[in-house]
C-alpha cells in the first residue's frame, strides 16, 4: 500500500511537470518570437454587401515557431496574456499592421480600412493611447483608415476611464468596433454611450443561420439595433451563399468569412484584391 501511494504521487507529480515544463517552454518560445520575428499577420478582406467592394481587411496574428509549425493565436494568446507579453506582441501587431496597410494603399487601394484586435492588457495600460499615438506618427498611416476591434468585456468594467480613453482614440481619428458581439455582457447602454463605430456579431450567430436552430431572429434585431444607433455591422464568420444571401437580405452592411477567403499573408493578399471581382452572388 505504502509503495502504491509513493508511486501514485510520483506519477501525478510526472505529469504536472511535464504540463508545467510544456508551458515554461512555450513562455521561452513566446519571449524569443518577437526577437527572432517569429510572429506574422495574415488578413482577411471584409466585403461591402450592397455593392461586392471589398472596404478593408482584419489582422490576425500567427507565430512560426522556430521556422516549424504555425501556431494558432487561440494557443498562445491565453499564455501571452498571463504573463504580460501581450503587451509588447500587441504593440507589434499595432506598428506591423499599420506599415502593411501603408503597403496596400500604395499599391492603389487607397481607402481599405485596417481592423486590429486590441488585447485587454495592453488597452487597459496607462500609456496605451500614447503608444498608439506613437506607431500612427512613425508608420505615417492614416488614423481614418484604422479600426480597432474591442470586445464587449474589455470595455465595460471602469466605464468611466474606458470612455475617456475610447474618445481620445476617436479624436486621433481611429474607428472603434465591438468584436464578437453578442456573446459577452448583455447589457446594451454602452452602445450609446461609447463612441463606437461598428459591431461584429460574432460568428456563432452566423453559424446558426439557416439551421435547424435558427438565430436569424438575433442576427436582425442585432442589425436594426445598430442601424438605429447608427452604428454599421460585420458579419464574421461567412461560410455559404445561403448565409450571405440571408445577410443581404437583412440589411447587414458588410461580411467577412472562408466564402470569401481564408486569412491570406500580405503578398497573397495584395494579389487576391488586384484580382477581385465585385459581382459575387
Ligand atoms: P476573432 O477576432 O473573433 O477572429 C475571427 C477568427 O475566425 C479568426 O481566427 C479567423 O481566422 C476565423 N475565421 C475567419 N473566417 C472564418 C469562417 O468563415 N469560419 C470560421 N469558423 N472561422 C473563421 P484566428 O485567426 O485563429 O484568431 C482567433 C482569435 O485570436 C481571434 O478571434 C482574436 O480573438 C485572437 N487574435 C487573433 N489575432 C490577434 C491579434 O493580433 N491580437 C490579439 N490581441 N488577438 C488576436
Ligand atoms: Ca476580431
Ligand atoms: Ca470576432
Ligand atoms: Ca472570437
Redo the contacts with the bound molecule.
Sequence with gaps: AKSSGKNHYQLYHEEMHKDESKQMKMEVGLRKALEQKEFF??Y?PQIHLKTGKIIGI?????WKREEQEII???QF?PL??ETGL?VP??EW?IKQ?CEDIQQVHLRGHSNLLVS?????L?FNQENFVKSVQAILQQTNVNPHLVDF?L?ESMIMPNASQTISKLVKLKKLGIKLSI??FGTGYSSLSYLNRFPLDRL?I??SF??NLNKYHDDSSIVEAIISIAHRLNLSVVA????SKKQLLHLKTGNCDHI?????T??LPLAELIRFLAEWEEDLY
Design positions: 499577420l495574415v482577411q482584419e489582422a490576425l496574428i500567427r494558432s493565436p487561440e494568446i501571452a496574456e501581450i506582441i500587441s501587431v499592421a486590429i484586435n486590441i488585447s485587454a495592453h476591434e470586445t468584436d464578437d461584429k460574432d460568428k452566423i453559424e464574421e464568420g461567412v461560410e467577412q468569412g472562408f466564402y470569401i481564408k486569412p
